[in-house]
């Protein structure tokens, strides 16, 4: 009984917080939001899609992906996402590594407290694994949606990268969301570099399009990265550098990588042979770093670790547990921790 009555507490706090402030104080237009990325690992539906290379998980198969299973994935990634934001879940938040719009809208089915609205468009990658993103509808409402084309040197079909343009309801701010899932390091770190460069090189320019279009855009890019914060890919091609927050530096670089930190302190969302990797980041625009309209929550960045979705023991103690381990299903959630941080919106 203490278990639903803290439960009923935490939903009420998370509906309250969703209320605008002028509810609370005729003076403070102020307002936050939480934004999160999760790379969710493999969430395939269990239908063959004859134009990708699906076989992997469709029931009969190795794996054996069937229905109970994916139910019990999507009930284990909706456990997860409830439990971001102090148990409020995120107002915005981008996912990797999901087959199509419709397990996307099965999962946004899940939640009964939040209206979570699936953006999402098919890519050329040949398992059909794509990027998404869901937002709040009684929090954002969307202007646009697009998938940006990455051309890899050695021709092989990859993830888009999906540019969605939010306007936030209370203040009229608007923000754009980058989703990206570059290539990953499968023939070696070095010898897949150029892939993951091209990719930095085709956000790159799209966000130099923008900005010299719209200088003043509001930018946050997320993802899985397959490069770590101090790679080329991240910090010399994109120019995505580490911020201090105590520092109130005036020159500080265009865009600011918000897991540098945590990630010079060992800190990572992924456990790759004994260590962890900070493959999953979060980079701001610097003028997400301003005290009026959106802007970023000094020090909020986290990677998000729920006690029931780690390993206790063995060889990956401390990691993530996954759906999978090679082709032995353990029924776990990702093997990806999620990766978040709060923002506000003020008014002047």
């Known amino acids: 009984m203490k278990f639903f009555r803290l439960l009923k507490i935490v939903k009420l706090y998370c509906l309250l917080a969703l209320l605008p402030a002028s509810v609370f104080s005729q003076n403070a237009k102020q307002d936050s939001f939480y934004v999160a990325n999760w790379n969710v690992e493999n969430l395939f539906d269990t239908e063959k899609d004859s134009l990708k290379n699906d076989s992997e998980f469709l029931p009969?198969?190795?794996?054996?992906?069937?229905?109970?299973?994916?139910?019990?994935?999507?009930?284990?990634?909706t456990q997860v996402i409830n439990y971001m934001n102090n148990g409020c879940g995120p107002d915005i938040f981008s996912v990797e590594e999901v087959e199509n719009l419709?397990?996307?809208?099965?999962?946004?089915?899940?939640?009964?407290?939040?209206?979570?609205?699936?953006?999402?468009?098919?890519?050329p990658d040949e398992r059909g694994i794509d990027v998404g993103l869901y937002y709040d509808r009684k929090v954002f409402s969307v202007d646009s949606i697009a998938a940006i084309h990455v051309k890899l040197p050695d021709n092989r079909p990859t993830r888009d990268i999906l540019h969605v343009i939010l306007t936030h309801k209370l203040s009229g701010e608007k923000i754009n969301i980058y989703v990206n899932h570059w290539p990953s390091r499968r023939?070696?770190?070095?010898?897949?570099?150029?892939?993951?460069?091209?990719?930095?090189?085709?956000?790159?320019?799209?966000?130099d399009t923008?900005?010299?279009?719209?200088?003043?855009?509001?930018v946050i890019?997320?993802?899985?990265?397959?490069?770590?914060?101090?790679?080329?890919?991240?910090?010399?091609?994109?120019?995505?550098?580490?911020?201090?927050?105590?520092?109130?530096?005036?020159?500080?670089?265009?865009?600011?990588?918000?897991?540098?930190?945590?990630?010079?302190?060992?800190?990572?969302s992924y456990l790759y042979r004994g260590k962890f990797e900070m493959i999953d980041q979060m980079i701001i625009s610097k003028n997400l770093l301003g005290?009026?309209?959106?802007?970023?929550?000094?020090?909020?960045?986290?990677?998000?670790?729920?006690?029931?979705?780690?390993?206790?023991?063995?060889?990956?103690?401390?990691?993530?547990?996954?759906?999978?381990?090679?082709?032995?299903?353990?029924?776990?959630?990702?093997?990806?921790?999620?990766?978040?941080?709060?923002?506000?919106?003020?008014?002047?």
């Open 60 to 77: 009969g198969t190795v794996k054996d992906w069937n229905v109970s299973r994916f139910d019990q994935k999507l009930d284990h990634l």
């Open 102 to 123: 419709m397990v996307m809208k099965y999962l946004s089915y899940k939640f009964t407290d939040r209206e979570y609205i699936a953006c999402h468009r098919d890519s």
């Open 187 to 207: 023939g070696g770190e070095l010898k897949s570099e150029s892939n993951r460069i091209a990719a930095a090189e085709v956000l790159k320019s799209s966000l």
């Open 210 to 218: 923008l900005f010299s279009t719209s200088p003043d855009s509001k």
């Open 221 to 268: 890019v997320l993802g899985d990265f397959n490069d770590n914060p101090d790679n080329n890919s991240v910090v010399g091609i994109l120019g995505a550098k580490k911020f201090d927050c105590s520092n109130n530096n005036t020159h500080e670089p265009e865009f600011i990588n918000l897991s540098y930190t945590k990630f010079e302190k060992g800190e990572g």
């Open 291 to 348: 005290r009026s309209g959106i802007f970023y929550s000094c020090g909020t960045f986290d990677v998000v670790k729920p006690p029931f979705m780690i390993f206790k023991e063995g060889k990956r103690t401390d990691g993530a547990i996954p759906t999978y381990e090679g082709s032995k299903y353990i029924g776990g959630y990702s093997d990806h921790f999620p990766v978040g941080a709060k923002f506000y919106v003020k008014g002047n």
